[in-house]
């Protein structure tokens, strides 16, 4: 009987030891072509530095590649297809980067590249700072929030009316004018109320005021059933008067008010009661800087 070989055999156990070959020289070939630079951070007390900008540049084909220290302060940079030859830049807040050249001078698998970092000590100049310090502006005319403020037209008010607190507060809707007896002054009511149970403010601080000269150069507003908690001492209703600051401008003004019987319409009962009378009222304002943007007057009579 004739010997006959089987050559399909030796194929069959042929093709998969090449594999085997080719997988376990395919992380060598991989390897030999990369650079790998490793290193370690320090500062001047050897302790490492954690966060550092590690960039590593190519002498040849000027490609770069970065990594950042973890908390040992060492790094790792792999450059596939490397030329051996790099510069690298270390940088850390806090202190001075730091550049050196690294290149392989053997067949070194790994380029070892080290580094001590100095502290940027920066000196700088005495600052000095100096500000006014914060103080209440109880000049401000800031509305009250609820929306409950409003504001008083002085201009609406006939010349004798004007300066009169009672009737400037009347002359808003919904308040009602309280004239004074036997010599008392007037007042005014909201809801309902007696003017004992109103209060009246001037720059924030209460006050009892019942006439202001009306030439004053003031702000008046009204407020009722206010939400402000650091409003109170009424359940009426509160005026507010707010003086106006002074300016470098100098201001004068004058008025006059005169009424006399000839002036006087009535009826022939009046008239014989001797209800005529003969009155005359002056009144001014000045203002102007007593120093230029520093100091100011405003005086009204």
Known sequence: MPFRRRPVLIGTLVLP???VLSLLASPAAAQEGADVIRGRVIGPDSAAISGAIVTATSISGNVSRRARTARDGRYTIVFPGGDGDYFV???????????????RTADQDILI????????????????IAGERNRVNRNA?????????RTVNASALSAEQQGDLAAMAASLPGVQFIPG???DPSGFSVFGLGADQNST????L??????????????????????????????????????RPGSNFIARTGSM???????????????????????????????????????????SY
């Not at 202001?212 to 003031?218: E, K």
């Open 17 to 19: 030891l090449l594999a």
């Open 89 to 103: 830049l270390f940088q850390a807040i806090g202190y001075t980067p730091r550049r050196f050249q690294v290149k």
């Open 113 to 128: 590249a080290d580094a001590r970092l100095t502290i940027a000590a920066q000196g700088l100049d005495t600052v000095q």
């Open 141 to 149: 005319g800031t509305p009250d929030i609820s929306g409950s403020e």
């Open 181 to 183: 007896a036997e010599g």
């Open 201 to 204: 403010t001037l720059n924030g």
């Open 206 to 243: 209460s006050t009892d005021a019942t006439n202001l000269p009306r030439d004053a150069a003031v702000t008046s507003s009204l407020s009722t059933s206010t939400y402000d908690v650091s409003r109170g001492g009424f359940s009426g209703a509160q005026m507010n008067i707010r003086t």
């Open 257 to 299: 008010n005169f009424d006399s019987p000839g002036m006087q319409w009535t009826d022939r009962a009046v008239k014989s009661l001797g209800q005529e009378y003969t009155s005359a009222s002056l009144g001014g304002l000045v203002s102007g800087p007593v120093v230029f943007d520093k100091a100011f007057y405003n005086l």
